[in-house]
């Protein structure tokens, strides 16, 4: 249902295909998706009006893709894990790899490269540190929760008080990636390579286009369903 009291992340959360949407009007779903719709337009040169149109256009098409809003947890929790922390783990290590290959052999006359190289740099180390915090603490503690609930236990209290406090931390941090990764689309400039890119240049922007939108999804998927609905299952142990 359109209303205009709902925020974009919920928009996403309630069907997935919304991002499509958002993407289409460069709108942040993920780590700005408490914000309505019209407070997203307010700074830019879009109607709120056509963002409603497309939406509704989405949803009169048949329902299609994951409903991840559905799931369980501790599911979700792994799904995140298996699937996105993984592409990270992976793509960052290739990614570090061309760009450091691009500086020496390109740098020279693309000197946006070095930066981009030390933008990504910041952003690999950074969700390291991030999906470890996850992996170690936040996941585990979100399983338990799921898994007392499951067998009428009481939750044992964690040494950080309440989930409230790693959740803040976590989407705090996403922020910090979110705009790191704003910094390279416009190094890149909306990852469009130049005319005498080879193939690895090529490439090499491709991946960082396809990591920016797996990001996107990532932090989606904590921000607007496995966030909240971690705080709202604390609270209900007492």
């Not at 098409?61 to 699937?83: C, H, R």
């Not at 070095?114 to 915090?133: C, P």
């Not at 799921?146 to 922020?175: C, N, R, W, Y």
Request: one cysteine or more; a negative charge; charged letters at 30%.
């Amino acid at each position: 249902m359109l209303t205009k009291e709902k925020t974009i992340g919920e928009f996403v959360a309630e069907d997935f295909r919304a991002a499509q949407v958002f993407r289409k009007y460069k709108i942040d779903f993920c780590c700005k998706g408490n914000r309505t719709i019209e407070e997203a337009c307010e700074n830019k040169k879009v109607e709120p009006a056509d963002i409603y149109k497309d939406l509704e256009n989405i949803s009169d098409l048949q329902a299609g893709g994951i409903d991840f809003n559905s799931w369980p947890l501790d599911l979700l929790a792994d799904y995140v894990e298996k699937t996105h922390h993984r592409y990270v783990e992976e793509n960052s290590t290739v990614l570090l790899q061309y760009l450091d290959k691009l500086c020496k052999v390109h740098g020279d006359r693309h000197p946006e490269l070095f930066e981009i190289n030390s933008v990504f740099i910041e952003i690999a180390g950074e969700l390291a540190s991030h999906m470890k915090k996850e992996e170690l603490i936040l996941f585990p503690f979100i399983k338990k929760m799921v898994s007392s609930k499951q067998k009428g236990e009481d939750l044992v209290i964690p040494h950080f008080g309440t989930v409230e406090s790693p959740v803040a931390m976590m989407k705090h941090e996403h922020t910090v990636v979110g705009d790191l990764f704003v910094k390279i689309e416009n190094l890149t400039n909306n990852y469009q390579f130049p005319a005498d890119a080879c193939g690895t240049y090529q490439v090499t922007y491709k991946m960082l286009e396809d990591f920016e939108k797996d990001l996107h999804t990532h932090i989606h998927l904590e921000n607007n369903i496995l966030f909240p609905k971690a705080i709202e299952l604390e609270k209900t142990f007492k």
